[in-house]
């Protein structure tokens, strides 16, 4: 399957290598040398994927990955960087990126996160062809995986595009119990080591959401020791 890709990088040298790489991977390939451009380029059509730096000249690639979120433009994003600190990783995360690669990087690595991101977004729409129209459980919740809307006690809630990937996760296996790792391997489509924490940055954000006291979860449930499990009034 022939996929778009766009490459927001700033290197220019390294952005081809890049593209002949991904083009190895049956990837069309499209290039862009700063944030600002690779924003409207995002924004102007359909991509299957975005590799993005964060040091950009015109916009910072965080910027970017935040605006296209705001944006509801849900295009994958692998964030290229020479930050390896955890703390700038798990901002990446929270921004909305689905992966994180540190420079320098091997073209295995490269090729391994890319497909990893592919087939959790195949898996992803799957699921979402073979859904009822919209996931209901009872008056509480409801789900809808083509519009990606949610509404809880009422109200229609405004969910990341993470926080929305991991609550249908929870809703298509309810009362199953998820580690922090199976849950990153899920929604997130790779093993990121040392990030663990960053679920229970997700999972407090749509406890604030969708319970009726974020204090005293009833649908998210942590089971100490092991993780957390979806357990609402009703099955859909």
Same mark, same amino acid.
Request: hydrophobic share 35%.
């Given at each position: 399957?022939? +996929?778009?890709v766009l490459i927001i990088e700033d290197e220019q040298e390294l952005a081809r290598v890049l593209k002949r790489h991904l083009e190895d991977l049956s990837c069309t390939v499209y290039l862009a040398f700063a944030g600002d451009v690779g924003l409207e380029m995002a924004e102007s059509r359909q991509f299957d994927l975005i590799l993005l730096d964060i040091m950009l000249p015109g916009m910072d690639g965080l910027d970017v990955c +935040?605006? !296209?979120r705001q944006h509801r433009v849900y295009t994958p994003v692998l964030i290229l960087t $020479? +930050? $390896?600190t955890e703390a700038d990783k798990v901002l990446g995360l929270e921004m909305g990126a689905d992966d994180y690669m540190t420079k320098p990087f091997s073209v295995a690595e490269l090729s391994a996160r890319v497909k990893a991101i592919f087939r959790? %977004? &195949?898996? !992803? =729409?799957e699921q979402a062809r073979e859904a009822p129209q919209v996931l209901r459980f009872g008056k509480v919740l409801s789900i809808d995986p083509r =519009? +990606?809307?949610v509404r809880a006690h009422g109200n229609t809630l405004t969910l990341t595009q993470?926080?929305?990937d991991l609550l249908l996760h929870f809703a298509h296996n309810p009362g199953r119990v998820y =580690?922090?790792?199976q849950l990153l &391997?899920? %929604?997130w489509g790779y093993s990121h080591d040392g990030y663990e924490h960053a679920i229970n940055c997700h999972i407090n954000r749509l406890r604030n959401k969708i319970e009726r006291d974020p204090g005293n979860p009833e649908l998210l449930q942590t089971v100490w020791g092991v993780g957390y499990k979806f357990l609402p009034e009703d099955k859909p």
């Open positions: 399957m022939n +996929r778009n +935040r605006r !296209l $020479a +930050r $390896a959790r %977004v &195949d898996s !992803l =729409s =519009s +990606r809307e993470k926080e929305f =580690s922090r790792a &391997d899920a %929604v």
